[in-house]
């Protein structure tokens, strides 16, 4: 069990697009998909239960944003493309452009992120590693013009 924002659908397809039409990761081997389910699906938060030492119980089940402006990708050494979550929050509201309260989203993670697509019998947690390697700067990188605006729902997953 793990408790994750699960990506909405339109998120997944825009995401999906975006990276492929700029990293290509299937031109090098990887799949958009895990051994248990179609990537990208989600940005861990914590393992087991929600911890509400990073963030309180009442965030679960409440819809989520997350801002995504970074996709890295290593086909050499990790066999993983992930893009790195520069924002998530919970929002008061379902209108991002009103004045309403937003909620920092934490997570176990040192960086925040949505593994994207892996190499055949490569584990997600890889992305971790990839990201947090010292040669990362070495790897593909590609910045996104504009941010991607990506929504789900924060949910505690087997």
Known sequence: MYTAVKLNRPS???L??????TLNPEHFGLKFASKSYALPHH???NLGKID?????????NKKAFLQVSKAVMD??????CACEVEKAVIYQTDDLLADGVSFRINT???KPHITCALAKDVNPVASNAMLEDKYA???RIKIF?????????VQELQ
Do not use: R, S
Not at 145 to 153: E, M, S, T, Y
């Open 12 to 14: 997944i397809q825009l």
């Open 16 to 21: 999906t697009w975006a990276i492929k039409a």
């Open 43 to 45: 940005m861990t938060i």
């Open 52 to 60: 509400t030492k990073l963030n309180m119980k009442e965030y679960l």
């Open 75 to 80: 086909i050499d050494y990790h066999g993983v």
């Open 108 to 110: 176990m993670n040192e």
């Open 137 to 139: 700067e070495n790897f």
């Open 145 to 153: 013009k504009d941010p991607l605006l990506l929504f789900g729902v």
